[in-house]
Nanobody, 131 residues
Framework: QPQLVESGGGLVQPEGSLRLSCVAS????????VGWFRQSPGKEREAVSC???????????FYADSVMGRFTISRDNGKKAHFLQMNGLKPDDTAVYYC?????????????????????WGQGTQVTVSS
């Protein structure tokens, strides 16, 4: 049974940092593109960042404009995990963050990093940015 388990959320002050982790089980993570999405109350779930597999896409990365330069996605296939390093956090970053594995596709990662292209979701972890 494929499963994604997240950790690392919490409460942080503005301009602070957090690192989210997502560990996969039940499937070969190295073969999949991975991503992070978030959802704030009253808003639709949105893409934050995605990263292709190294074998299909060379580990290319996509970032939403709102997090470009502040967030960094990475992956460690040996640990079956991917990560989201979040620096310079803002109150607008407050949301439930979900890790994801994307459906198979040869399209560029920027075209795949969408809710409709997610195959499996993590359970979500709350990130709150507040003073």
């Amino acid at each position: 049974q494929p499963q994604l388990v997240e950790s690392g959320g919490g409460l942080v002050q503005p301009e602070g940092s957090l690192r989210l982790s997502c560990v996969a089980s039940g499937f070969l993570l190295s073969a999949y593109a991975v991503g992070w999405f978030r959802q704030s109350p009253g808003k639709e779930r949105e893409a934050v960042s995605c990263m292709s597999s190294f074998s299909h896409g060379g580990g290319s990365k996509f970032y939403a404009d709102s997090v470009m330069g502040r967030f960094t996605i990475s992956r460690d296939n040996g640990k079956k995990a991917h990560f989201l390093q979040m620096n310079g956090l803002k109150p607008d970053d407050t949301a439930v963050y979900y890790c994801a594995v994307l459906k198979g596709s040869m399209a560029p990662i920027q075209d795949r990093c969408k809710v409709s292209q997610v195959q499996d979701w993590g359970q979500g972890t709350q990130v709150t940015v507040s003073s």
